[in-house]
């Protein structure tokens, strides 16, 4: 079991970049981000396997950059070239070892309360 924590959000000029963190996994599973606008469904962003494979969704792929650090036990997703379409509350998410990444947010077990990301116009 693990517990995320999410830190580093906060506002943004379109165009700016931001680095959002993630504390709590263990380095042996798939971690994920993930994002969720107001009146929207949750939207995958990026994820990494335990062997370092990484995926990104469509709408960042280019802009944002997924990382691990301190023995992957910490997340991060490098945001550039922000826009205002953006702008969510990101969530940290794992699933339980020995599964794969995947980019519906029912397969992952464990999420962190979330950080929000503003970028204005």
């Known amino acids: 079991q693990v517990q995320l924590l999410e830190s580093g959000g906060g506002s943004v000029q379109a165009g700016g970049s931001l680095r959002i963190s993630c504390v709590g996994s263990?380095?042996?599973?798939?971690m994920a981000w993930f994002r969720q606008a107001p009146g929207k469904e949750r939207e995958f962003v990026s994820s990494i396997d335990s062997s370092g494979h990484i995926t990104y969704g469509d709408t960042v792929k280019g802009r944002f950059t997924i990382s691990q650090a301190n023995a992957k036990t910490t997340l991060y997703l490098q945001m550039n070239t922000l826009k205002p379409e953006d702008t969510a509350m990101y969530y940290c998410?794992?699933?339980?070892?020995?599964?794969?990444?995947?980019?519906?947010?029912?397969?992952?077990?464990?999420w962190g309360p979330g950080t929000q990301v503003t970028v204005s116009s």
């Open positions: 263990d380095g042996v599973r798939c």
């Open positions: 998410a794992a699933r339980e070892p020995g599964y794969g990444c995947a980019s519906m947010s029912l397969w992952y077990d464990y």
